[in-house]
């Protein structure tokens, strides 16, 4: 009686959501709180329409020593993970045994099976990840793309290309020339600590100790020293999910009017957390995702190319970052390169 009576309310339930009146015009509403896309009504691609053959001709001068430096994190079981997101590795092997080999050269061989939500590791946000209600980047009433396995829009397959010119901004740097910088014990090397708000005069304050202009199409890279907790998994993954240092909605809307493809961070969120507001839910994300089609990406090891550039005096690079064209996903873990 209990499950039949549990089955009626539900339906009953479900039939009164029906039942609702829907928006006169779900796209209008899209238009009252996302900005349009400035590459057309039916654009699906974002920032990356920015990235032309002129630009990576241009981005392809970085390389002059041909030194390559890793901007990834291992992706491991055991990492932190945000929230509820899973990661497990499977190995299967097939015709090991012996007897079991194949032909008479006895071959073997073994694959893998990931079980794993997208947004793990050093991964990027597409750009049907956010949204503001139902409405997503390009005025898109999301509602009517969703289907079971993937969106209709703004999956990734939608991404140009990131061959481009890469920037890498030392936040730890600036506000270690400002002191103000408050640290964390559980940091081995410095790092800013959780809360720590930073802002469109910091990122300038970083381009100018390397003397750098940022230029249309450009993806900046922000090292807080946050990822330091990210190599301690799983010791640290408490802390490092707990919060972290970020930049402000400001700053965002700054890297936005700089017309920038993406940027990332060694932090799992690139916004400051808590965030600066206790009511409003990842203002960076809806600025630069939602309202200008940049790409984030996140725990990305920033420390490698920060060191290069200590050492080297060049905070830019030619930017190797692949991305899978698995279509009609939200985001996708990448391996990234920095190339001098």
Known sequence: MRIAGLAAFVGMSVLSLLGQSAPASAEADCKAVVQPSPFGPDDQTGATNRITPAVTKAAAAEIQTGVVTSMANPLVDGIPLFGTRFSKT?????????????????????????????HVGTHIDGLGHIGIQDCYYNQTPMGKYVTQNYLKRLGLENIKTFATRGVIIDAVKVFQAAGKLKANPACKTPCLDA???????DLQAGLKMYNVTLREADAVFINTGWGDLFKQWPAQNAAYNKGEPGISESAALWLAAQKVVAVGADTWAVEVIP??????????????????????????RTDLISDVATKSGRATFFLSMTVP????????????EAIQ
């Open 275 to 300: 965030g600066e507001r206790e009511d409003i839910a990842f203002p960076v994300h809806k600025t630069l995702i939602t309202d200008n089609g940049i790409h984030i990406i996140e725990n990305v």
């Open 325 to 336: 064209k698995a279509v009609g996903t939200t985001g996708t873990f990448v391996n990234i």
């Open 90 to 118: 499977i190995l299967s092997s097939f015709a090991t045994m012996p007897g079991a080999e194949y032909g008479n050269n006895k071959l073997s061989y073994m694959e893998d099976t990931y079980l794993s939500q997208s």
């Open 195 to 201: 809360g720590s708000l930073i802002t469109e005069a």
